[in-house]
């Protein structure tokens, strides 16, 4: 019998006693969660809390806490109601007989608390200020994605208007047309520089993601009319909301993946008083990576090692001030090893990838002071992140001699930010600042490109903001604007007043029960240069980019929403991105925004800032919560993406693939059986071939032809993945199992064309030298199975 099919059967065995186990013990499950105000943050007493279609219903006490004891697991959604308050339904709760994660539900006074009419709040998470172009996931939508393997940035390849990445393996977060460094991070309220492990430095996307699924309460993600608290977006600003730990007991979940195995942990600490849920929480985690192990296994020569650790700590001092502390940090080392058997394609892989050490860490603590008169609110957080790269190639990787490229540089940042928000009569007005010290070094040498320099710098950045937002006409009209600044001490082609970054958003409802809406917004967004550039010298030791400007994007978006109930909502949008002042390549004539989706250092080389670009394009989206038994998303996105050369000349990016289309969703069955599936696809993409000539000269560098860029075109890009969960909740423990299917349509991944040296059959060197195409088709539409389970505890 084969070995796979051995090993499935012994699986389903598995799977055949457990079901059994659990059909024999008589087990409940319990969940806990909190009801706060809106505006204020304060508890809410009294709210009636139901579990949606039962008879079974709670209501919090007087710190606005709730608890549901004994009931049936398994998915439940929450009807939450107040008098003066807009009623809320809290979708997709998947209770467990352990854990379950503690809710935190934020309740939005009513304007007709006093009339006879029931007004539900909207699921969806959208605001004045940001009306529209808007997406959220919770925990549990992330946790059962197919494909995603509990990786939280995969998930996010699949929202709406995000181009999936040459290969489709990497997470590069490609919004609507714009390049890959073009989107800020923020967990927590405090930023984080990238969300990946062996990330691009100077980008931020890489194969796998750093962050905790457990962690996670929510993830958002704005791709226009950004806040103005947040410095340095163009295309797109993503926030990870953590939940914190559990107050009531101890507990924690493991989880083997396809590629990781983690371990969480949380519960109380300092508790004097068991009969209430603790002020201080801990929430830990570390991740080790198993792929090195699995890839030498099976014979592949890459060798991806990575550990991760992060953990939050929340402090309530009382009723009106939280301290948060959080923590996050990577170890990342990316080797190769010689197979026993020659292969060309391996042999290329092993000769052209970098070598990269990498580690990065934040550190941050927020301290979030409620006014006592419920008006506002005060946030202070001081933060610091360093991300160090070694990032190599060697001509013989295996025995890392003869370096060829290396770049060994660390970034450091130490900020801090300020905000006060003030509720002014019928205005919801906010201000505040950000400083920061940016620390650069970086030691390049590059034989190709007659390198060799050591730099470093520091220097200050800083900005401040402000904004405002009201409705008017019996609350159908709601209008956003600000502003802000943003300076530095290095840079010299942008003055405070040349950053001024304003913005405005309208929302109009056109019928009076909010079924159909209006939005519309303008803005002007602002980014330094990366520390790549602006720390680039020359041989003579000259910072010939210190001169750079801020790359400049003015967003155009309006749009119309259809909410045909209070768990769906149907959207249409026209978008329009202009780029000014953007990076032109002065090595290669292109823009910048063509770089960055591939493991490289972007932006450490000679730039001039003057050039220009343009996205735009319409989007459509069905989006649907959890109603009779079904959830899920599906959005078409129309856009063209230009960036000019140093001609000037508009060429269409390496991202202009003009159509996207995704499709996310699942099934919840019996059983707490569920089953899930998402498709992504991808026009025809431009990309830049191999120049052969200057590749054969440079090898193992590969030199990419830009002459060539808009004249070669992928084909589609269809990738679709489905997955089924079964959950078994026991006395214990709760453990949950997977099994998914990776292109379970057996299509082919486009590639570009890969050249490595002619060798014959044994991997000897043909004389004289020439380069040959060593990737194939073989093996490229296989479908990948995959498994993974969880244990809560």
Same mark, same amino acid.
């Given at each position: ?123 969806? =998470? ?43 393996? =990497? ?486 693939? =003009? ?63 489905? =997955? ?70």
């Amino acid at each position: 019998m084969p070995k796979n099919t051995s090993m499935l059967k012994h699986l389903y065995l598995i799977l055949i006693v457990l079901d059994f186990h659990h059909s024999i013990a008589q087990t409940t499950g319990q969940f806990s969660g909190r009801v706060l105000d809106q505006q204020t943050q304060l508890p809410i007493p009294g709210v009636t809390v139901l579990l949606e279609g039962t008879v079974i219903g709670v209501v919090t006490n007087d710190e606005g806490y709730f608890s549901f004891e004994d009931i049936p697991p398994r998915t439940y959604n929450l009807v939450v109601r107040h008098l003066g308050y807009q009623s809320q339904t809290v979708f997709n709760i998947i209770v467990k007989t352990f854990g379950t994660p503690p809710l935190q539900i934020l309740m939005e006074e009513s304007s007709d608390a006093l009339d006879e009419i029931v007004v539900f709040q909207s699921p969806f =998470r959208t605001s004045i200020e940001t009306p529209l172009s808007t997406q959220t996931f919770s925990a549990v939508e992330i946790e059962t994605y197919p494909g995603g393997n509990n990786d939280i940035t995969k998930v996010i390849q699949s929202m709406p208007g995000i181009s999936p990445s040459i290969g489709g393996f =990497r997470n590069d977060i490609i919004i609507r047309g714009g390049a890959p460094n073009e989107s800020v991070y923020y967990l927590d309220g405090i930023e984080i520089p990238n969300i990946n492990h062996f990330s691009t430095q100077g980008s931020a996307g890489g194969p796998v993601g750093m962050l905790n699924v457990s962690f996670i309460r929510e993830v958002t993600l704005s791709s226009s009319a950004f806040g103005a608290e947040y410095d340095n977006p163009l295309s797109g600003v993503l926030s990870f909301e953590q939940r914190s730990g559990n107050p009531n007991r101890f507990g924690g979940n493991f989880r083997l993946g396809a590629s990781e195995a983690a371990l969480t942990l949380e519960g109380p600490l300092f508790r004097k008083d068991k009969e209430k849920p603790a002020k201080t929480t801990l929430l830990f985690s570390v991740r080790r990576s198993y792929l090195q192990f699995l890839f030498e296994l099976i014979g592949l020569p890459i060798r991806p090692d990575y550990w991760d650790f992060q953990w939050k700590v929340n402090h309530e001092i009382d009723a009106y001030n939280t301290l948060t502390f959080l923590g996050l940090g990577t170890v990342d080392d990316f080797s190769v090893k010689a197979p026993d058997d020659f292969d060309a394609e391996q042999q290329a892989t092993i000769e052209q990838v970098p070598i990269i050490e990498q580690k990065t860490i934040t550190v941050g603590v927020s301290w979030n002071r409620k006014y006592k008169n419920g008006k506002g609110a005060m946030t202070t957080a001081i933060s610091t992140n360093r991300l160090q790269n070694i990032f190599s190639r060697y001509r013989d990787n295996t025995q890392k001699t003869g370096i060829i490229f290396k770049n060994d540089s660390y970034e450091q940042e130490t900020k801090l930010r300020y905000q006060t928000l003030h509720y002014l009569n019928e205005w919801k007005l906010a201000a505040g600042t950000n400083i920061q010290y940016a620390d650069y070094f970086n030691d390049t040498q590059s034989i190709l490109y007659n390198i060799n320099y050591s730099t470093g710098i520091d220097f200050l950045k800083y900005g401040f903001f402000a904004k405002g937002e009201r409705k008017f006409f019996d609350d159908n009209l709601g209008l956003s604007f600000g502003f802000r600044f943003d300076a530095d001490t290095f840079s010299e082609g942008s003055s405070l007043m040349d950053n001024f970054s304003p913005r405005l958003s309208l929302t109009y409802n056109l019928t009076e029960d909010q079924t159909w809406k209006m939005n519309a917004s303008v803005g002007r967004y602002y980014k330094i240069p990366t520390y790549t550039m602006l720390g680039y010298q020359d041989n003579l030791r000259t910072f010939i980019n210190q001169k750079a400007k801020y790359t400049q994007s003015d967003h155009f978006v309006m749009g119309i929403e259809y909410a045909p109930g209070n768990a769906s909502r149907v959207t249409l949008e026209g978008f329009y991105k202009k780029y000014s002042q953007y990076p032109i390549s002065l090595i290669d004539g292109v823009s910048i925004a063509n770089k960055g989706g591939d493991f490289e250092v972007l932006g450490n080389e000679a730039i001039a800032t003057d050039g220009r670009g343009k996205s735009y394009g319409i989007e459509a989206l069905y989006q649907q919560k959890l109603t009779k038994n079904f959830y899920g998303v599906f959005a078409y996105t129309y856009f063209h993406s230009q960036f000019t050369t140093a001609n000037g000349d508009y060429l269409p990016s390496v991202w202009d693939s =003009r159509n996207l289309i995704s499709f996310s969703g699942g099934y919840k069955l019996k059983r707490n059986w569920e089953i899930s599936a998402r498709w992504r696809f991808s026009g025809k993409t431009p990309y830049v071939p191999v120049d052969q000539i200057a590749s054969l000269s440079a090898y193992p560098e590969i030199v990419l032809d830009y002459n060539q860029l808009g004249n070669v075109k992928l084909d589609p890009f269809n990738l679709a993945d489905i =997955r089924f969960d079964k959950k078994w909740n026991f006395k214990r423990y709760a453990f949950n199992f997977y099994f998914e299917i990776q292109n379970f349509l057996a299509q082919a991944v486009p590639r570009p064309e890969e050249y490595g040296l002619n060798r014959s059959e044994t991997g000897a060197l043909i004389l004289p030298r020439s380069l040959v195409k060593v990737n194939t088709d073989e093996n490229n539409n296989i479908p990948i199975p995959t498994f993974g389970f969880v244990v809560d505890f």
